[in-house]
């Protein structure tokens, strides 16, 4: 189970959690929830005895703890099967040992008696760690999660950044642990993938806090819902379908007690008022002014802060934008891009899709100039102005500087009160811009990358999974955004919203090609 008895939190003077207090209980399945920022990472590294609270006590009691970062932690140098092997570390131990005392006893040296001893007890703790299984379990996992077969022996630095996390993902969820803190999960699997994890988790017999902003998962996987605003944290029982009927049935209660007590406010003080100068009701105006002055304001429902950006295209580019021409690319022996063609147009808002680790990141940093391709040439328009938002922003963003500077990165021209009001736009305000990069979210640095993005002038947008990390509000805005701009888009994305509302073409990358799915002209 996990608890947390009177968390108080802050970074530089910035309070994160304010007497955060709530228990749950073994088997439980619970969604963590609040707008980016509001501390929910923060939270899990405090049960996972990451970080130290400045006041209270929280942790969890459970022989074993699986815990999924938003950044993959993996060995580079190791392969895949070898990596998920780390989750048993005891089991791996007598493994290598066991493997150890075979070679011993095939060279005949040493003490041969004493080995084939040693080799007996070895192969009965391995049974008893369920050793012979392990293989087994990460295949089941791996296959969940989209890998192929041959994939356990390639090594993690083959893989892109997507199926790293996969990787780590998988890492957390072969050990079956008592206890899992699972931090967005989801955020870089496709349809499939993201069903298989769902119903696996339903299935788990240990105790599961998840933080993640899709709806839809937790509705599958959660039985409770724990909201976290504001440093404080709300229970609310049943799924996140039943979350939002409740809160909004809260909000509304808390909006109608709100104003039946103004109306009462304004009742008593014309009474006050209208008879103050009165002798013969000065007992009642006395009585009256005392209970105005004992009374307990009524709280009304505080609206959420929500991003409020706007992106236009500055200027106009040619008819041809971006003409890509039998390019090819390949990581060592990995070949991801095979003689592709890809012609854009001024307007056209291209969306690229397709299983993690097939090219997409790849095609787009090539367009933006980031990688050069081994074959094939990239030409832009002359009046084209790029801007480009990387969808691992602890890879983009420098974590030493802080958000003002980060920003000012991208525009160094611009006034810092022009940075700030932008910087204001996406909930940055006050002291907030002086916070270190470090210090951020997973959304609130994706809000970061944004707001680089509206500082620039640009008339192209080249997006890798843009609504990654962000809340459902952000998420929203950005979608409007994306849908309004009157400049040229180059996408990847698994987000349905973006296929659906902002992509007029559809390219599929995968097996090296790059081919054409869906063309929306709009006339």
């Known amino acids: 189970m996990f608890y947390a008895e009177k968390v108080w939190k802050a970074f530089g003077g910035l309070t994160v959690l304010e007497d955060v207090t709530f228990t749950m209980g073994a088997g439980e399945r619970v969604g963590l929830v609040g707008p980016n920022g509001t501390g929910k990472t923060t939270l899990l ?13 929280a942790g969890h009691r459970g022989a074993a703890l699986g815990y999924l970062k938003q950044e993959a932690g993996l060995d580079p140098d190791r392969t895949v099967l070898e990596e998920l092997w780390t989750a048993f570390p005891q089991a791996r131990q007598v493994e290598l040992r066991l493997q150890e005392v075979a070679r011993a006893i095939e060279q005949g040296a040493g003490d041969i008696d004493a080995l084939v001893a040693e080799q007996g007890a070895l192969f009965e703790m391995f049974d008893a760690l369920d050793g012979y299984r392990v293989e087994s379990r990460i295949g089941r996992v791996l296959n969940g999660l989209g890998f192929a077969a041959e994939d356990a022996g390639r090594l993690c630095s083959e893989f892109s950044g997507g199926w790293q996390m996969r990787i780590a993902l998988a890492k957390v969820m072969v050990r079956r642990p008592d206890c899992l803190l699972l931090d967005e999960p989801t955020n870089h699997l496709d349809a499939a993938s993201r069903q298989w994890l769902a119903q696996d988790l339903a299935d788990y017999r240990g105790t599961i806090l998840i933080v993640t902003h899709e709806g839809e998962f937790l509705d599958q996987v959660a039985t409770r819902i724990l909201e976290l605003r504001e440093g404080g944290i709300e229970s609310y029982a049943g799924s996140y379908s039943d979350y939002q009927r409740q809160k909004a049935a809260r909000l509304q209660q808390m909006d109608r007690e709100a104003a039946r007590q103004g109306r009462e406010l304004e009742r008593q003080q ?77 307007g056209q808002k291209v969306v ?17 100039g980031l990688i050069q391709p081994d074959e094939g040439g990239v030409v832009w328009a002359e009046k084209a102005r790029t801007g480009y938002y990387d969808q691992h922003q602890d890879e983009a963003l420098e974590r030493e500087r802080t958000v003002l500077e980060e920003v000012r990165s991208a525009a160094p021209r611009e006034a810092d009160v022009r940075l700030r009001t932008v910087l204001g736009q996406f909930l940055f305000r006050g002291d907030d811009v002086f916070k270190s990069i470090a210090m951020l979210s997973g959304g609130e640095r994706s809000r970061v990358a944004l ?5 620039q002038p640009t008339n192209v947008l080249i997006l890798d999974e843009p609504t ?49 799915l869906i063309d929306r002209r709009r006339g």
């Not at 690229?352 to 933006?368: D, M, R, Y």
């Open 45 to 57: 590294q405090i049960l996972a005895a990451e970080l130290e609270p400045d006041r209270g006590q």
């Open 468 to 516: 990654n990390h962000l809340d459902r509000s952000t998420r929203r805005k950005l979608l409007e955004v994306l849908e309004k701009y009157d400049g040229t888009i180059l996408c990847a994305a698994h987000d349905p919203g973006i296929l659906e509302r902002v992509a007029t073409r559809v390219y599929e990358v995968k097996d090296g090609a790059c081919r054409e």
């Open 451 to 455: 707001a680089k993005l509206v500082v």
């Open 352 to 368: 690229l899709v397709g299983p993690n680790g097939s090219g997409k990141t790849t095609l787009l940093k090539i367009a933006a």
């Open 270 to 346: 014309r009474f006050i008022e209208r008879f103050r100068a009165k002798a013969s009701k000065a007992t009642q105006v006395k009585s009256r002014e005392k209970a105005l002055a004992r009374l307990e304001p009524a709280e009304a429902p505080r609206r959420e802060a929500e991003v409020t950006f706007r992106l236009s295209a500055d200027g106009r580019t040619e008819h041809d934008v971006l003409i890509m021409s039998h390019v090819s690319h390949a990581y060592g022996d990995n070949l991801v891009l095979i003689d592709v063609e890809l012609h854009i147009q001024r």
